[in-house]
């Protein structure tokens, strides 16, 4: 499968292990062009922006509608295993439940997960929709489609930023936002959630405070199954990576990372 990845070489005193992120629902390696791919490289890190298939510029081999969580999870294993050595892995909401899902049968030197799809599946999340705009949901379920949820500036900025996020800015991030997986949704949602007891890896937990997509007690619940507690950061939405404080984010992931000794 040919994926498009992005990338960055480390400036100054590189560390030895690098970075692939991994980005979430809509999104794809752009999200971190802007500030975490050279961000981490300026810490050191060589650092590897993945877009899913069917995402970015990636192939894929059938309709986005039918991909599956497995298929994602051997996304990140085809690249992961490409990178010498295997890299630290970071990634954003529903790329969370493709990382879990990772891990549960591969190991890893470290995982972050920032505003991650929850440990009990994004079904919550889908009933909160339902019940606060019904009738785009209908639309999306009628069309096998997830693009409804976020085929607007406006929805974008609801979904995802602050409200002092500048419109122009939303306006850019919104017009690069797809479609997304309906199959991967169920596999989420209900078919095929994560087994935290089967993870190994050392799992760092993020939350925004401000987050319309997953609440803060699921987000604490997540942390708690991998035994660990999340940590929240005030005034921020669900695309943390993107956000007026992402610096704060990205510099709390390099002393975490740099008190295991990564």
């Known amino acids: 499968m040919e994926l498009e990845v992005l990338s960055r070489q480390a400036t100054g005193q590189a560390k030895a292990t690098p970075i692939l992120f991994v980005h979430g629902a809509w999104h794809g390696a752009w999200c971190w062009e802007e500030y975490f791919l050279p961000y981490f490289a300026g810490q050191g890190y060589s650092s590897y922006a993945l877009s899913l298939r069917g995402h970015g510029g990636s192939g894929k081999n059938k309709a986005l509608r039918w991909m599956r969580a497995a298929?994602?999870?051997?996304?990140?294993?085809?690249?992961a295993e490409s990178i010498t050595p295997h890299p630290i892995l970071i990634a954003h909401s529903m790329g969370g439940y493709v990382v879990q899902k990772y891990l549960?049968?591969?190991?890893?030197?470290?995982?972050?997960?920032?505003?991650?799809?929850?440990?009990?599946?994004?079904?919550?999340?889908?009933?909160?929709?339902?019940?606060?705009?019904?009738?785009?949901?209908?639309?999306?379920?009628?069309?096998?489609?997830?693009?409804?949820?976020?085929?607007?500036?406006?929805?974008?900025?609801?979904?995802?930023?602050?409200?002092?996020?500048?419109?122009?800015?939303?306006?850019?991030?919104?017009?690069?936002?797809?479609?997304?997986?309906?199959?991967?949704?169920?596999?989420?949602?209900?078919l095929h959630l994560p087994r935290p007891k089967r993870v190994k890896t050392p799992l760092l937990v993020l939350a925004a405070a401000n987050d319309k997509v997953f609440s803060l007690g699921e987000e604490q619940a997540t942390a708690r199954a991998y035994g660990t507690e999340a940590v929240i950061f005030p005034n921020m939405a669900h695309d943390m990576m993107l956000e007026a404080g992402w610096q704060s984010v990205a510099e709390h992931i390099v002393g975490w990372l740099g008190g295991r000794g990564l």
């Open 71 to 79: 298929d994602y999870v051997a996304d990140v294993r085809q690249i």
């Open 104 to 190: 549960e049968q591969y190991p890893a030197p470290a995982g972050v997960l920032m505003a991650s799809i929850p440990r009990w599946g994004s079904l919550p999340f889908t009933l909160r929709q339902m019940i606060r705009h019904p009738l785009m949901m209908l639309r999306a379920f009628g069309t096998l489609s997830l693009y409804p949820i976020v085929d607007t500036p406006e929805k974008a900025k609801r979904e995802f930023f602050s409200a002092d996020m500048p419109d122009e800015k939303v306006r850019g991030y919104a017009a690069r936002l797809q479609d997304e997986a309906f199959l991967m949704a169920l596999d989420s949602g209900l």
